[in-house]
């Protein structure tokens, strides 16, 4: 294990994967939103793409009703998400401050949460659509998914624009907190945490002057 310094009290420790169970992670938030809102964007392309074949090959759909209920969905999650998304930035600039005890999630670490949340997540719908298809004439579950996620998507890539121009305006990085068996940031109003950008070009080091 490797403590990397304290900055206005603040200790940030990076450990191996065995050691992260268990333990409360941070990652950066333009990073992380940008990630989460590109799974979101292909999943709801993905079911798109589902209903789409199964209009093709003249399965259990009804073009109308399916087209009623992805555009609702669509406006829905841009609208709820933009308002979510506003209150969550501005609950963290208010709160930013350094954090006390952490561990500060590796590349390898985060590569590896983010292969097992996809994995979930499109097997998981996945499973629902073919089930949809059984008991639904109307193919509405996927038309569901895909505005849904499409409009969550878009709202998580331009929120994740926001943070990154609030890390260029504040000259340091911006992490949110992962809860220890997370895969996924909250999607709701939760706490930021500030460190100095690193000088050595890595954006997810901490700067020099904070190892020991």
């Not at 555009?71 to 998304?85: E, H, K, P, R, W």
């Not at 949460?113 to 997540?121: E, L």
């Not at 939760?190 to 100095?196: F, L, N, R």
């Amino acid at each position: 294990m490797f403590i990397l310094g304290t900055v206005s009290g603040g200790i940030v420790v990076t450990m191996a994967d065995a050691a992260l169970a268990g333990l409360p992670r941070i990652v950066r938030a333009d990073d992380e939103i940008r990630w989460r809102g590109q799974v979101l964007t292909s999943l709801g392309l993905a079911s798109l793409a589902f209903w789409i074949i199964l209009w093709l090959v003249e399965g259990p759909v009804e073009p109308l009703a399916a087209g009623i209920v992805f555009v609702a969905a669509l406006l829905l999650a841009l609208v709820l998400g933009a308002i979510t998304s506003r209150r969550r930035v501005a609950h963290a600039m208010l709160t930013l401050r350094p954090p006390r005890l952490v561990v500060h999630e590796t590349a390898a670490d985060a590569r590896e949460r983010r292969a097992r949340a996809a994995t979930v997540m499109f097997l998981g719908v996945g499973i629902l659509l073919l089930l949809d298809t059984l008991v639904s004439q109307v193919g509405a579950t996927a038309a569901l998914v895909a505005g849904a996620g499409v409009g969550m998507g878009i709202v998580d890539r331009l929120e994740a624009r926001r943070w990154a121009r609030a890390e260029d305006e504040r000259d340091s990085r911006i992490f949110l907190m992962l809860r220890p068996n997370a895969l996924i940031a909250r999607m709701g109003v939760q706490d930021a945490y500030e460190m100095p950008r690193a000088r050595s070009g890595d954006d997810d080091a901490p700067p020099p002057d904070m190892f020991v």
